[in-house]
């Protein structure tokens, strides 16, 4: 089992940055591959960005490349979201989610989840 818990979120401006924080406890949390989804209001969960287990691999949405960026340390058994030049699109409910190995941007594939994190962008 791997419990996360995600934190960070907020009500800020458009243009504004939020950094996104989950904690993972639990088995090896080196060995999952992390990755952020997301759900607004009314619609399905979509995926944000994944990272490899090692960190050395990213990918991200196209609604979110070159805004966002995904990062982890092993050492702390945390995950990271930053969030700059936000829009009132990106608001959400944030969710932190691992699987074994390898990334995917099916949220099916996602065994762990956290409870969500409230991400308000006003414009």
């Known amino acids: 089992q791997v419990q996360l818990a995600e934190s960070g979120g907020g009500l800020v401006q458009a243009g504004g940055s939020l950094r996104l924080s989950c904690a993972a406890s639990?088995?090896?949390?080196?060995?999952?591959?992390m990755a952020w989804f997301r759900q607004a209001p009314g619609k399905e969960r979509e995926f944000v960005a994944a990272?490899?287990?090692?960190?050395?691999?990213?990918y991200y949405s196209d609604s979110v490349k070159g805004r966002f960026t995904i990062s982890r340390d092993n050492a702390k058994n945390m995950v990271y979201l930053q969030m700059n030049s936000l829009k009132p699109e990106d608001t959400a409910v944030y969710y932190c989610a691992a699987r074994q190995v390898f990334y995917s941007d099916d949220a099916s594939l996602y065994n762990y989840w956290g409870q969500g994190t409230q991400v308000t962008v006003s414009s």
């Open positions: 990272i490899s287990r090692s960190g050395g691999t990213t």
């Open positions: 639990g088995r090896t949390f080196s060995n999952y591959a």
